[in-house]
Structure formats: structure tokens, C-alpha cells
């Protein structure tokens, strides 16, 4: 790869998914320019302490819906990795910022004649479809119906949908080269130090939160979204859509296997039943050469990783 195509910007560099593309591309020789709110904040302190970070690793102050501000810090790069997504739950929260910052990523990308663009999307832009048939496993062809989910009121899933209709229709409009990607709920161990969204999920059953729904759920683990992130930028033949999930478990079955690795914490107890059944097919991303950890691991190095950060007491396992 040539030196002018070793500079890459990551949007939303300090959040839990970013972190570990910031750290694999930093690993990597990539020089890496990072939008955050605010470089002198201590939650993105730990990007500073990522290995190569002091020589490779370059924060500007951004906000999606900053055009200039992501502008400047696009200048000179090769490509973009437009991780950054609004979380709030309120509609006017969401589906604005989502378009907007899409918008405004996607035109400094188009002006700085950035080569290639991987936009982070999520299953949410996937699944919510009535029609599709419930035996089989959902792949890239398959789309949010987006009126359904207006009517339930899924303001994320209906924001994601939204903003990744719209990046194709601006690669259609503009001719911009652009790959995205549909993770599931992500887990895994965190470099940052305030819990995100996905990862809440996860700590909630070992602190006893109940009822739990019993319902079906896709994971991918945090390190292998960013792998799969990377090798999409880095394939030249990587194109379209890709699901990007690894494990389905029921929660119970779930609930089930922690208990068997960490035997001390408190667990839900009873289980709703729940008409959640989402399965996903990744054969699209597996055969770019896509791979990914086990189920069992993804779980050890989470739990160990809440443990490290203090989240949760050190487990203590029970005496025979």
C-alpha cells in the first residue's frame, strides 16, 4: 500500500467500536486521524496511551454535524471510517444527527476525493421486516421496512435505515466508493473507559436485572467488527453490504453460560417470552476471508474486562 493511502480518518475515534479500529489500524502503521468532541477529555484518554499513538495518532475536535470541522479533519486522507452514530432514544435525537452527520461525512469525503469510505450501519437498518420469512436467516437483500418501523416507533433502527439509504443514493448520485456494514449487538472487552449501549446489555445479566426476555439475539464480538471494518477498506474487491455477525444464543441459554464460567454473580431468574427470533447470515463477509472468536471467549474476555474495570466485584467461584 502506497504512503498516501496509509492515512485514514475514524469517525467517533474515543467510542467503544472506533477505539478498536483506532488501535488495529494504529497496529497496523496506519496514520489515523480521529474525530472527537474533545481532545482534552478524559474518556478519550485512552487513545493516547494506544501503542503508536504519540508518533501515528492525530484527534481534531469534530461533531457530525460540524461540516468544516469534519472537513478539516478528512484533509489528506486516502479514506474514512464514519464509525460515529448518535445514541439518544428520542426521535428528533436520532434521525436528524444520523442524516445529517451522514451528509456532512459523506460531502467532506466527495470534496477531499477520498478513495474509499466505510460506513459502520447495523442490523437495525436489517431486521425489522414483517414480510421475511421467519425460517429463514436474514442476509444482505433483506431491508428495514421502514413505515413499520415508524409505526412501532424503533426511532434507532428507523434512523439507520434512513441514513443508509441515503450514503447509496449519494455513491449512486456521486460515484464516491462506498462499503458498508451491518453489525449485530456487539460485545466484547472495552478500551474506553464509560460503558456503551451493547456492552450495558451484556453487564445487566450479572447483576441479577430481571425478568430478561427469551428471546433470540445475533452478537459479534467488538475486536472482530473492527477486523471486518478494516478488511473491507483493505480489499479492493469488498463492495455493497455485509452483515457482520458471529453467535446466536437465547437469553436463558445465555443467562446459562455465564453461570457455568462465573458461578458468584447474581442472574435473572425468570425469563418473559419474547417473539424475538433474529438469525443472521455473514457468508457474504466469510468469504472476503472474514473469521471470528468463539462464543465462549468473547464471553471470558468481557466479563474479565468489566472485572478489570470495576464494574462488577471480581467473580469468586463457589467451593465444591
Not at 485512552?46 to 470541522?69: I, P, W
Not at 473507559?193 to 427469551?214: I, M
Amino acid at each position: 500500500m502506497k504512503e498516501d493511502e496509509k492515512r485514514i480518518c475514524v469517525t467517533g475515534a474515543g467510542g467503544f467500536v472506533a477505539s478498536w479500529v483506532v488501535n488495529f489500524l494504529l497496529s497496523r502503521g496506519y496514520l489515523v486521524h480521529g474525530t472527537v468532541r474533545n481532545p482534552c477529555d478524559e474518556k478519550i484518554s485512552h487513545l493516547k496511551g494506544l501503542k503508536n499513538a504519540e508518533e501515528n495518532l492525530r484527534l481534531f475536535k469534530a461533531d457530525l454535524l460540524d461540516y468544516d470541522a469534519l472537513r478539516a479533519a478528512i484533509t489528506g486522507c486516502s479514506g474514512v471510517l464514519h464509525v460515529a452514530c448518535p445514541v439518544p432514544s428520542k426521535k428528533v435525537e436520532l434521525i436528524e444527527p444520523a442524516l445529517t452527520g451522514t451528509r456532512n461525512v459523506l460531502n467532506a469525503c466527495l470534496k477531499e476525493n477520498v478513495k474509499k469510505v466505510v460506513v459502520v450501519s447495523s442490523i437495525g437498518a436489517v431486521v425489522i421486516d414483517p414480510s421475511w420469512p421467519r425460517d429463514q436467516p436474514m442476509d444482505e437483500s433483506c431491508w428495514t421496512d421502514l413505515e413499520f418501523c415508524k409505526s412501532i416507533e424503533e426511532w434507532y433502527c428507523a434512523a439507520k435505515t434512513m441514513a443508509e439509504t441515503e450514503a447509496w443514493e449519494y455513491a449512486k448520485r456521486t460515484g464516491l466508493k462506498i462499503t458498508m456494514i451491518c453489525p449485530s449487538i456487539v460485545i466484547g472487552p472495552m478500551l474506553q473507559q464509560t460503558v456503551n449501549a451493547s456492552s450495558l446489555y451484556l453487564l445487566n445479566f450479572l447483576k441479577g436485572l430481571e425478568p430478561a426476555d427469551n428471546g433470540l439475539r445475533p452478537f459479534v464480538d467488538v475486536r472482530d467488527l473492527a477486523e471486518a471494518i478494516l478488511l473491507l477498506y483493505e480489499k479492493q474487491d469488498a463492495e455493497g453490504r455485509y452483515i457482520c455477525s458471529s453467535h446466536e444464543i437465547r437469553t436463558q441459554d445465555l443467562v446459562e453460560m455465564l453461570k457455568s464460567m462465573f458461578p458468584s454473580y447474581r442472574y435473572p431468574n425468570s425469563y418473559r417470552e419474547a417473539s424475538t427470533e433474529v438469525r443472521l447470515c455473514s457468508e457474504k463477509l466469510q468469504r472476503l476471508g472474514w473469521k471470528y472468536r468463539p462464543f465462549e471467549e468473547i464471553i471470558a474476555d468481557s466479563v474479565h474486562n468489566y472485572e478489570e474495570a470495576g464494574l462488577i466485584p471480581r467473580d469468586r467461584k463457589i467451593p465444591d
